[in-house]
């Protein structure tokens, strides 16, 4: 065999192994061109789950309409009630503190107006001493007797009551002692005599009675001060 066709042999030899390489080594991509297509991957956005269910719902049947209608008008309704309400309380606030002031203000309008017949009274009694020359001191009496009979009455129909002390056991709730009097006649604690007359307004205490309140003979006199 000559030179030249051993040196063709060899070449074919090379040629043959170096195809059954590329056949075995798989294709490697480029770098390059991975790097992109996962940054393209990442940048895609995601779907909206929330926009794809609304897409997805399905248009409202005339059923559902008119329940939507009704329950938009029953909704108009109660607001515009609440709306009236919130008025009428508020008027209804600002009548009541009105009349309030109003109240306080002539709180006493009724008891003034029952004490005007005594008011009469007193000048009846004065204009009858100053024209009776002879029964000036009997008719001055007679005037004095009437006013105080008739401002009596007008407290009692108010609620308005004495305290009777005199004979009664002393009660602090009701009475005011003044003194202590030794005496044998009555039992110790016992009011003897009222210096001044107690009130109560039906069952509240208006004014204590002043009192004095009996003592045992071996006791000193007392004197309690107001």
């Known amino acids: 065999m000559s030179s030249k066709a051993k040196q063709e042999d060899k070449e074919s ?4 192994i170096a195809a059954a390489e590329e056949i075995d080594t798989p294709a490697q991509a480029h770098p390059e061109a991975d790097h992109q297509a996962l940054g393209q991957a990442e940048e895609e956005p995601e ?8 897409e997805e719902l399905p248009p409202p049947t005339p059923d559902e309409l008119k329940a939507l209608r009704e329950q938009a008008a029953k909704a108009a309704e109660y607001y515009d009630r609440l709306q009236r309400q919130v008025a009428e309380a508020d008027n209804l606030r600002k009548r009541l503190a009105k009349e309030k002031q109003e109240a306080i203000r002539y709180a006493n309008e009724a008891l003034i107006e029952d004490l005007l017949p005594t008011m009469d009274s007193f000048e009846m009694a004065i204009s009858a001493t100053r024209d009776s020359d002879d029964n000036a001191i009997e008719s001055l009496k007679t005037g004095i007797e009437m006013v105080y009979t008739q401002l009596k009455r007008t407290l009692e129909e108010v609620g308005v009551t ?5 004979g009664q056991p002393f009660d602090p709730s009701r009475h005011e002692a003044m ?3 030794q005496t044998d006649e009555a039992e110790e604690g016992t009011v003897l005599e009222q210096t001044r007359k107690g009130y109560q307004l039906r069952d509240r205490l208006l004014r204590a009675a002043s009192v004095v309140v ?4 071996d006791d000193a006199e007392e004197e309690i001060e107001p």
Not at 47 to 54: G, Y
Not at 162 to 166: G, L, S
Not at 214 to 217: D, E, F, L
Request: negative net charge; aromatic residues 0%; charged residues 35%.
């Open 13 to 16: 030899s090379q040629i043959e």
């Open 47 to 54: 779907p909206d789950e929330s926009q794809a269910a609304e």
């Open 162 to 166: 004495e305290i009777d002390a005199v």
């Open 179 to 181: 003194s202590r009097k």
């Open 214 to 217: 009996a003592a045992p003979m």
